[in-house]
């Protein structure tokens, strides 16, 4: 997920939030200032709760991110490599690079962000236990209860929350099939996001439309990233024994960064049948990716005096993958500008790529291949 906004790292990791997490954070400031507050403690001024509601709007957003770290940092103790940490609307993501190597790593990774939950939330209470009655009793006593469903609700068994990956590792651990432990944890998830669903519907009917509406959203979205990983896993199965070399497009055209834009069209892409070309180095290294569309997006009188190299200034370099990697490894990120995919490299110097179609293409083929006899 890209992040809007940049925080800065941690041990390393980037950490930043979505556009979405600040909106959540704004109806958080407005439900507490304009009446939560004025409830639990009459009384006070407009000043005091709408002040009280910006400080609890920003430590609830400095709670998920507690969340989100404590899975990162747990998880690099743990041997894996963190991607980074992004906050929105529905809580937060923590990308990781690899998956986790052994069951308890993963178990203790997923159960660090409801445990951080959970303790924040028992700090909150011990808080609000200790301050008399009043606007920041009832505050803290809020960012509590935040909490509380927060690390609760990360627990239920189904992915993708985090008691989904707790019972993925507790799965694999016993009967030592990673395969068989993804399907038992999707299937959970997509059971209890169509479950949340229905509920929501029910509140909307007999209680609160907007609760009810938050419950909708939240479920279709645990079921649909459940189903997600579904199509996943089986597309993963069905890459079994299958090359990078077997997917990629070979001899692709390339974008030299030296090039002005112009040059590159004129000389590359109007010869093309690609509509995205890996930019290299002059010593052959991919630095980054253009598309057809970056190439519009260059007004026509700055074609000729604008390299290409400056098109992907600020890019990550593009996934590398070798000939002979396993083709599964291609469903462990997300496609970058145009669909790529990844570029592949033998011998330091770039002898194919693959985009999306090319994946989908591989795909399609092994389903309709024959099952082999059993």
């Known amino acids: ?43 006070a001024g407009r000043t005091a709760y709408w002040v009280a509601g910006v400080v609890i709007g920003l430590l609830l957003m400095a709670s998920l991110l507690a969340h989100e770290l404590a899975h990162a940092l747990t998880a690099k103790r743990c041997g894996m490599e963190v991607e980074s940490v992004t ?70 068994p189904g992915s993708p929350l985090d008691g989904g990956r707790v019972l993925h590792g507790l799965l694999w651990s016993r009967y030592g099939d990673r395969a068989r432990a993804d399907a038992g944890a999707a299937r959970s998830g997509y059971g209890i996001g169509l479950a949340l669903t229905f509920a929501g519907f029910m509140v909307i009917w007999v209680w609160s ?86 190439l519009l997006a260059v007004p026509a009188e700055r074609r000729a005096d604008t390299r290409v190299e400056a098109l992907v200034m600020g890019q990550k370099p593009p996934r590398v993958l070798s000939p002979d990697d396993d083709a599964a490894a291609l469903l462990e990120r997300p496609s970058r500008t145009g669909g790529l995919r990844a570029v592949v490299v033998e011998g330091g110097l770039v002898t194919g790529m693959i985009t999306d179609a090319d994946l989908g293409r591989t795909l399609q083929q092994a389903l309709l291949r024959p099952a082999a006899p059993v």
């Open 1 to 43: 997920m890209r992040q809007t906004l940049r925080f800065g790292r941690v041990a390393g990791i980037p950490v930043g939030a979505h556009w979405s997490a600040l909106g959540i954070v704004a109806l958080v400031v407005v439900a507490l200032g304009s009446g939560v507050l004025a409830t639990a403690a009459p009384g």
């Open 87 to 156: 906050l929105w609307a529905l809580g937060g993501v923590t990308e990781f690079r690899d998956e986790a190597r052994t069951p308890a790593g993963e178990v203790a990774t997923a159960a660090a962000g409801p445990a951080a939950s959970l303790l924040l939330s028992g700090l909150a209470f011990a808080v609000a236990a200790v301050l008399p009655p009043g606007v920041p009793r009832a505050a803290a006593a809020w960012l509590a209860m935040m909490n509380l469903i927060l690390g609760v609700f990360n627990l239920l």
């Open 209 to 294: 439309p907007l609760g009810g509406m938050w419950l909708v959203i939240t479920g279709w979205y645990i079921a649909g990233a459940a189903r997600s990983e579904i199509l996943s896993r089986t597309a993963r199965r069905g890459l079994g024994g299958v090359s990078v070399r077997d997917v990629m497009t070979a001899t692709p055209d390339l974008a030299p960064a030296w090039l002005t834009v112009q040059g590159l069209v004129d000389t590359v892409v109007l010869g093309s049948h690609q509509s995205v070309f890996p930019v290299v180095g002059f010593d052959g290294a991919p630095l980054g990716v253009v598309s057809l569309e970056s």
